[in-house]
């Protein structure tokens, strides 16, 4: 049987105008009347993650493919762990990852264009900062040289025209 049969059909579409017939030019005039705030911004200092907290951010982006527990995961490519991990101990190779990318990771430096399996998120110099320490005092670390958002901004590239 078709479900789109016109005795189906016609009732449903009758309902729909009697429910939305009335009252829409009342609730669009009222919408029109009302002068709209400015815009603001759906998040403060925190970007498009909504949080500066490493641990969040981590569970956010970063556990999808080195894994909630820091193990790393092989598959469609291979995510090195943070657990045992020698480059765990240099906070600038974590961080210059994070902002360049390598191999299968994207770089989240900056807003990114036409990747297809990631969405353009970029992090601030505080946040990149918060996830590498997060790294490297947990999943069995124990750094104590924490990274500071002045020191990932320095590892950054000179913006053009500065």
């Excluded at 403060?44 to 907290?53: Q, Y």
């Excluded at 291979?78 to 990771?105: D, E, H």
């Excluded at 994207?106 to 997060?134: G, H, I, T």
Aim: glycine share 10%; net charge positive; charged share 15%.
């Amino acid at each position: 049987m078709n479900p789109f049969h016109c005795k189906r059909a016609a009732p449903m579409v009758a309902l729909l105008v009697a429910l939305a017939g009335p009252g829409a030019p009342i609730w669009a005039a009222d919408n029109a009347a009302k002068p709209k705030a400015a815009a603001k911004p759906a998040v403060e200092d925190t970007g498009m993650m909504g949080t500066n907290s490493g641990e969040s951010i981590y569970k956010q982006i970063c556990a999808g493919c080195h894994m909630p527990d820091g193990r790393g995961a092989q598959g469609g490519g291979k995510y090195p762990a943070f657990v045992g991990n020698a480059g765990v101990a240099s906070k600038q190779y974590i961080a210059l990852t994070m902002l360049n990318g390598r191999r299968n990771m994207p770089a989240f430096s900056q807003p990114r264009k036409n990747e297809f399996y990631f969405p353009p998120v970029w992090l601030s110099d505080v946040q990149v900062a918060n996830v590498v320490n997060y790294i490297r005092s947990n999943f069995g670390n124990n750094y104590p040289d924490p990274i500071t958002a002045d020191e990932v901004r320095a590892l950054k590239p000179a913006e053009k025209g500065s």
